[in-house]
């Protein structure tokens, strides 16, 4: 939805009680012609691309409960007809371009409740609010508010919400609500954060970190109690001395065997055993030469064999080697 409002329409929404096109491109300006909207009670064009000054015609519509006109580019000063709205509730003007002083006839709206004008361009002192019995919500902050806050703010027990200070994003532009040192003692609770000349503004309260989790650690083994032998307790009375075991008694050593005495052979003896193997190897000799010839010997007669082989064992046997030589 875009364009303006046009007035024709306006005159001819008489019976209209509420009124509401916020987030939208509506443009232009508010026209006088809304005073014919006498049964309007809400009124809200927030967030849209209005521009001007509100008209004076406004304070027209005296059933007006809610207005909320906040987010736009309206501009000049706030109309001394408001202070006509005697039903308003909660008059929403915050995030424009209004400047001007707040008028004390704002004071005249009894039954108001919320009252935001913040993060615009009022300046001059604030007045005196404590007329308004039943307000909750006051929020001025980042303005260029001056001058002493009137003593009658710590009567205003009904206040939940009272914001004077200036938020850290429009202070950086210069916006700043400034007012005279001593602040009243007995301010309420709600309107602490209020900023004198004599004292930098208060810093932004940080969130409150997260506490980190807390791991249980595993509970210790139970320890369990070292048990010791415990020894006998001694007697009084003299112990049994114990009997010494006997010692083992030594064996006898019994006499190792003789051995017999090496002999000691005699060169007359090993000539005697020389002369008996070379008495055996020609016997040897002899016999195998015997054999030998036998054949020949023996060829015509058998029994001639016999005694040939007589003859030669009896030879051979009586000379040995030399006799065979």
Known sequence: LSGSLPDAALAKWGRMRSLALWATHLSGTLSEAMHAMDDLQLLALQTSMLSGALPASLGALTDLKNVDISGTRLSGVLPPTVASLKKLRHLELSRTRLSGTLLPSVSALRKMKTLSLHSAALSGSLPDLSA?????????????????????????????DCVLGGASEWLERGARNAFECPLPADLPTACS???????????????????????????????????????????????????????????????????????????????????????????YIGLALTLAAAPVACFCCHAGCRHSLSIAAARFGSKGLLGVS
Not at 203 to 226: F, G, K, N, Y
Not at 242 to 252: I, N
């Open 193 to 283: 954060n209020a900023v004198c000349l004599d004292r930098p503004p208060p810093a932004r309260p940080m969130p409150p970190a997260s506490p980190s989790p807390v791991i249980p650690l595993p509970a210790p083994p139970p320890t369990l109690p070292l048990a010791l032998p415990v020894s006998p307790p001694l007697s009084a009375s003299p112990s049994t001395p114990r009997p010494t075991p006997p010692l083992p008694t030594e064996r006898p050593l019994l006499p190792s065997p003789a051995c017999p005495p090496a002999s000691n052979p005699t060169a007359s003896s090993r000539t005697a055993d020389l002369g008996t193997s070379l008495a055996l190897i020609g016997l």
């Open 132 to 160: 308004l019995v039943q307000l909750e919500r006051l929020d001025l902050h980042a303005n260029r508010l001056s001058g002493r806050l009137p003593p009658q703010l710590a009567e205003m027990r009904s206040l939940e």
